[in-house]
């Protein structure tokens, strides 16, 4: 079992910068492509960006392409979201997501295709 924990959240005003860590003590983290995820009140879970267990492929979702950029450090068994030009209604629950994969150059972009999820962190942005 994969155990994944989020941590950089918390209140930023718009425009501001966060950048979310997702790190786990599994030893195989390469083996894995990871995502981030988001929930905002009432709405459904969203898709923000995803990279190749490798590394050397990145994906966006069309709303955050050129504010955020996600990265990774395998052998610190690390994974970041940089998110810069906040905006008010990205205020949501940000997750972090694992997903078994036999490649190393691509990731997932739907939810049902990830295997183990963090439990969140909470990003608010302020007018």
């Known amino acids: 079992q994969v155990q994944l924990v989020e941590s950089g959240g918390g209140l930023v005003q718009a425009g501001g910068s966060l950048r979310l860590s997702c790190t786990t003590s599994e030893r195989t983290l390469r083996s894995y492509a990871m995502g981030w995820f988001r929930q905002a009140p009432g709405k459904e879970r969203e898709f923000v960006a995803a990279?190749?267990?490798?590394?050397?492929?990145?994906y966006s979702a069309a709303s955050v392409k050129g504010r955020f950029t996600i990265s990774r450090d395998n052998a610190k068994n690390t994974v970041f979201l940089q998110m810069n030009s906040l905006k008010p209604e990205e205020t949501a629950v940000y997750y972090c997501?694992?997903?078994?994969?036999?490649?190393?150059?691509?990731?997932?972009?739907?939810?049902?295709?990830?295997?183990?999820w963090g439990q969140g962190t909470q990003v608010t942005v302020s007018s």
């Open positions: 990279i190749s267990s490798g590394g050397r492929n990145t």
């Open positions: 997501a694992a997903a078994i994969v036999s490649g190393t150059n691509y990731a997932h972009t739907e939810a049902f295709n990830y295997d183990y």
